[in-house]
């Protein structure tokens, strides 16, 4: 192989892990503390419209969960052109861009399943505290401390889903070569040029990329349940 190639593969390479590992970071900062809330079912209550409320709020969040990639990249696209409300900021066609795609992506993801792991220790665990004692701070702790494994495969979805998505990147970032072009983006590219070595090769990359990060998570998974 020669220097150059390995250099541009290289690149690659670490931009697909740079953009969607700040991606699900974001993306968790944000969507742990609402799934959270969303988890404790704070809105519901014995009138009917709380329920309904919290029927909404739910099914709303099911709903982003399952956003097209290419949609997310359509409206990045519009709110980034030149055209656009955030055209002045000059973002579209960059890493950043791309990152804001995948962010909406995998946001509405961890604050789903954070919400269903929160949601299925909480009852028990959260009134047993409450009842000895615990304050509402101390009481949620333990909440989110039995739900940690929850959480974690959270983050191990979000990224899987983040990692190998292409149409919304593409879309957002413009597939630019050694600036925004990612494994995805690149198989995508090396398979309309008919050099379909080069794309199965760049396929064992992302997947070996992806099974060692996630192996790592599910190790960390494994070590909390047994801990």
Partial sequence: MESPFIEEVLSITLLSLRVSGLAVLIGALAGVPIGTILGFKRFRGKRTL???????????????????????????????????????????????????????????????VTMSAVGGVEESIREKALSLGASNWQATWMVLREARMGLLTAIIVAFGAAISEVGGIMMAGGNIRWFTRTLTTAIVTEVELGNFALAISLGIILLTMAFAINLLLTIMQLRGVRG
């Fill in 50 to 112: 709380m329920r309904l409320m919290d029927v909404a709020l739910r099914s709303f969040v099911n709903t982003l969960m399952g956003l097209p990639p290419v949609v997310v990249g359509l409206v990045v696209y519009l709110l980034l052109s030149s055209s656009g409300p955030l055209g002045p900021l000059r973002l579209l066609y960059t890493p950043t861009a791309m990152i804001l795609t995948q962010l909406i992506m995998v946001t509405p993801i961890i604050i789903g």
